[in-house]
């Protein structure tokens, strides 16, 4: 069964650093999304990614947060200068005709401890 | 401001049992609900609902929306240990972000 992959599944890094947190969507999909989860917190949206560009982005994907679709299989996302309160499970996930539409499917998901 | 609220926030029932689980919402432009499950990572998706009074069923579980009511319920009857889970519901709008209630944490004990 196709899934979302993402990589590394846990990140240990020091505040201030740049961190990139990787995903492969499933393949025939088009549309592809970040959330995150702070511990014991609801899963909130980041942003979404269709057509090579960002279609939405929330008040928490602020100037130090990026993504980027560098080939056809990765999308990434960067963060800039890690903060505390950025340490969450960061999930990707994909669908093929957007969410509304139809589900999206999630990734495992990329543990994010900043120290 | 859209809101998602989920009830209970927890719920502890022995195997066998039959739960509800609840989810209601406050958005503009209501376009769907979703229920999704979340074990230990990853929410895997469960249901799809677009239709008010059409229940989808998929074995044990079950859900419907109820758009005047603006809620929808997701029933698990037979419960069994590997239920235990946190099922969250999600409502999409005229974008295409998926806006996330708070869960309610199912524990099946034997």
């Known amino acids: 069964e196709p899934e979302v992959t993402q990589t590394p599944s846990h990140q240990v890094t020091q505040m201030g650093q740049e961190v990139i947190l990787r995903c492969v969507p499933i393949?025939?999909?088009?549309?592809f999304y970040w959330y995150r989860q702070i511990l014991g917190q609801k899963v909130e949206f980041l942003v979404s990614f269709y057509n090579n560009e960002i279609s939405e982005k929330s008040e928490i994907f602020d100037d130090q947060f990026s993504v980027e679709r560098p080939d056809g299989s990765n999308f990434t996302l960067k963060i800039r200068s890690t903060k505390l309160e950025d340490s969450a499970m960061y999930f990707c996930?994909?669908?093929?005709?957007?969410?509304?539409?139809?589900?999206?499917?999630f990734g495992q998901g990329t543990r994010l401890t900043v120290v | 401001e859209d809101k998602v609220v989920q009830s209970p926030l927890s719920l502890v029932v022995h195997e066998g049992d039959t739960v509800t689980l609840n989810c209601s919402y406050e958005?503009?432009?209501?376009?769907?609900l979703l229920w999704y499950k979340q074990e230990k990572k990853a929410p895997t998706f469960l249901f799809m609902l677009t239709s008010s009074g059409i229940e989808k069923k998929s074995g044990r579980l079950s859900s419907i929306l109820d758009k005047k009511e603006l809620s929808s319920i997701l029933n698990i009857t037979a419960t069994q240990t590997g239920d235990s889970a946190i099922y969250l519901c999600a409502v999409t709008i005229n974008t295409d972000k998926l806006i996330f209630g708070t869960g309610t944490r199912l524990q099946v004990f034997p």
């Open positions: 393949s025939n999909h088009l549309y």
């Open positions: 958005v503009t432009n209501f376009r769907s």
């Open positions: 996930a994909s669908s093929d005709a957007g969410s509304g539409n139809t589900e999206a499917f």
